[in-house]
Each structure stands twice: as C-alpha cells, then as structure tokens.
C-alpha cells in the first residue's frame, strides 16, 4: 500500500523535516502564492530554490484559477499578507488532452452521472495562463496592487517562458 509505504517515510525522517518548519510564521517570507498544476513530475520547492516559510503553494490539476484557488489567495492576502501570485502551467498537461464534455460523457457513462464541477481543460496554457491572470485581476475579492505573473514550464528542460498579460 502507497499510504503505508508514505507513512514509514514520515516516521524514518520526514516527522523531522515538518519539526524544522517550527517557529516559520504563518506569513509567507517571500508574501507570494504560487499556483501551479499537480503534476508528481513538478517540484516547486526544488523548482524556485523554495524553503519552508517563503510562500504559499497551491496546486491543482492544470494549475488553473478556480473557485477554491480564488478563495485561499483571497485568505492568504487578506490574513496572511500575501501581494505576489505567480502562475505556472506546463507544456504537455493532461489537461490538454481532452475536453470537458468528452470527460463528463465518460463519467456520466461510467457512474450513471455527470459531474457538479467543471475541469478547466484546456488546449494552449499560454492562451489558459493568460485568462487567468486577466480572471485574477478583475477579482473583486484580491486586492487592486497585486503583482500577478504566469508563465509555463517546459518539463523536459526547465525552460519558464512568460505569458504576456495584455497579448
């Protein structure tokens, strides 16, 4: 079992890694979210040179704004002091390979269902990056003098190419 094999990880050294984490603050050092996909092959921490209390990461699949991204940026800037969003998709996410009809006719096929939630596919990230920082900045609820940036990560040589906002 995964879960097993993660938890004899945690006792052989990872329950020490968490203790180093204590007295950090809760307010990112670096007062910047980043958002980027779930994909297992993206390391953020070792990506960006991050350590421990230096920013907020939330993932997804795709690393797309939704709802939920919307509200924890929202608590981190508002609580937590957060000014900087750095957006960041990558070239060849699974995302890119269906659409969300295509997907919601499978589960309804398999579970008798269609799903309440959308999946945010999409087919370009560049086009995806650029819709969501124009989404983040008319967000009533983020504040008016956030820095946001997005950009997509080539997995097979690191490259971060920055998405123009105004393109």
Known sequence: MAIDELLARHEAGGRAAVARGEGLS?????????????????????????????????????????????????ISQRKLQTREVLLVRHAGCGLTSFTEEEFAEELADDTGMQPPWR???FGDPVVGVRRDMALLRRDPFLRPDTSIRGFVLDLQDGHLQEVDAGA
Do not use: Q
């Not at 994909?39 to 040179?49: K, L, N, T």
């Open 26 to 74: 809760a307010v990112p050092a670096l007062h910047t979210v980043l958002l980027t996909c779930m994909d297992c092959r993206i390391d953020a921490y070792s990506a960006f040179g991050l350590a421990p209390g230096e920013v907020h990461v939330l993932r997804n699949a795709g690393g797309v704004v939704t709802d939920d991204v919307v509200r924890s940026m929202t």
């Open 119 to 121: 999946t945010y596919a």
